[in-house]
């Protein structure tokens, strides 16, 4: 399962509105001069998002809770967003190609990459549709938080190591 950080918002019965908070890993990475996903995550900066999760534990507003979601779940959604409407766009245009033939230019494979595409979009937008009601595409609300400001003497040194 990942797993990963968010604040509590609002409650309504079993479901939790949360607010995570997308992690720079850029930091730490020795390639971070050449690398274009740390270009790229200075130009976007830290963004919030916002997602209700199904919850059996009992929280309220403000709280620190940690989220999970499948792994499975999570490489499927990756693979039909990303993999999907480019292997279709490739396949429409392959297929247009052999229809009118490689003698015809671009234009015949030009048009079918993008019926390709707008094909496989359909398809992904259905896909979504279906897994949205799917409890194994949710996230779920795993476990509260206790922040260290609220843990006695004691707690605070086994936090910290001085056992």
């Excluded at 604040?7 to 001069?33: N, P, Y």
């Excluded at 234009?107 to 009601?133: D, T």
């Amino acid at each position: 399962m990942i797993e990963e950080s968010a604040k509590v918002l609002s409650v309504a019965g079993d479901t939790v509105w949360v607010e995570t908070q997308r992690h720079r890993s850029c930091d730490g990475c020795a390639a971070r001069l050449g690398c274009g996903s740390a270009a790229l995550s200075k130009v976007l900066g830290t963004r919030r998002t916002r997602l209700p999760v199904i919850s059996q534990v009992e929280v309220q507003p403000g709280d620190r809770v940690v989220l999970g979601l499948q792994e499975q779940a999570l490489i499927r959604g990756s693979i039909a967003v990303y993999l999907t409407p480019l292997m279709s766009m490739i396949a429409g245009a392959m297929v247009a190609e052999a229809i009118f033939g490689a003698d015809s230019g671009d234009a015949p494979a030009l048009a079918g990459g993008l019926i390709g595409i707008i094909l496989g979009m359909m398809w992904l937008n259905m896909f979504g549709r279906k897994v949205q009601a799917d409890a194994r595409y949710q996230a779920v609300l795993l476990r509260r938080t206790v922040p260290v400001a609220d843990l006695g003497p004691l707690e605070k040194s086994k936090t910290s190591g001085d056992l």
